[in-house]
């Protein structure tokens, strides 16, 4: 399996434009995480899905922020509009409940620069 | 809520030496309790974990951590550290129930040679 697939890797944008970040879970999982990782406030959880729906957004900060999975493969998080405070790397991470594994996978990442 | 603790920013260790890293938690009921480390520029990387069992679990690149009930601890171990162990260290838990990894802040581990 590739693992969990971020794009992209790397996005510089200036503030104001829309972000749009995306994720590939592992075939299979049913549990899809976005994270967010800064040096001040380490790894935050922004959001979560299970069968691609939303089960937790209380830890995106703003209205600003939004995430979508219109199917079991594929998942965005946008930011729109972007401000300079969103400058962090955005992991992505998937879990499956239908086998002994209980860890979550985690994606490269993607280190957003707002300008 | 369930939450982590890891009380070091920064632990340095001697090439050789063993290492300890450092992690509490606190949750409601029966703990699922992880190790991630994270090298540079790189995702987090899974390194071991406790569901049940024997309190000692070893993991991967001959890292392991002992499950401390009583105390709520679940420190990170390794006989002997090497260069390239040289990374940050996260602790996760979560509760017996679907939910998300909690995370601690993060250890950074230097292994001096």
């Known amino acids: 399996d590739a693992g969990v697939i971020q794009s992209p890797r790397h996005e510089v944008t200036e503030m104001g434009q829309e972000v749009t970040l995306r994720c590939k879970p592992i075939?299979?999982?049913?549990?899809l995480f976005w994270y967010r990782q800064t040096m001040m406030r380490g790894l935050e959880l922004l959001i979560y899905?299970?069968?691609?729906?939303?089960?937790?957004d209380s830890g995106m900060p703003e209205d600003r922020f939004s995430a979508k999975m219109p199917n079991a493969s594929f998942s965005t998080l946008k930011i729109q509009p972007s401000e300079p405070r969103d400058s962090a790397v955005y992991f992505c991470?998937?879990?499956?409940?239908?086998?002994?594994?209980?860890?979550?996978?985690f994606g490269p990442g993607t280190r957003l620069t707002v300008l | 809520a369930q939450s982590v603790a890891q009380p070091e920013d920064q632990v340095n260790v001697a090439e050789g030496n063993p290492l300890t890293v450092k992690c509490t938690y606190s949750v409601s009921g029966n703990p699922y309790l992880f190790w991630y480390v994270q090298y540079p520029n790189r995702g987090l990387q899974f390194l071991l974990k406790?569901?049940?069992?024997?309190?000692l679990v070893k993991g991967s690149y001959g890292f392991e951590a002992e499950f401390n009930k009583s105390q709520t601890s679940f420190h990170l171990k390794k006989p002997s550290a090497l260069v390239s162990d040289s990374a940050l260290y996260f602790c996760?838990?979560?509760?017996?129930?679907?939910?998300?990894?909690?995370f601690g802040k993060g250890t950074r581990l230097s292994v001096i040679a």
């Open positions: 406790y569901i049940t069992g024997d309190n």
């Open positions: 075939s299979g999982h049913d549990y």
């Open positions: 991470a998937s879990r499956t409940t239908g086998t002994s594994l209980y860890e979550q996978f």
């Open positions: 996760a838990v979560r509760d017996v129930r679907n939910t998300p990894l909690v």
């Open positions: 899905f299970n069968n691609n729906v939303p089960i937790d």
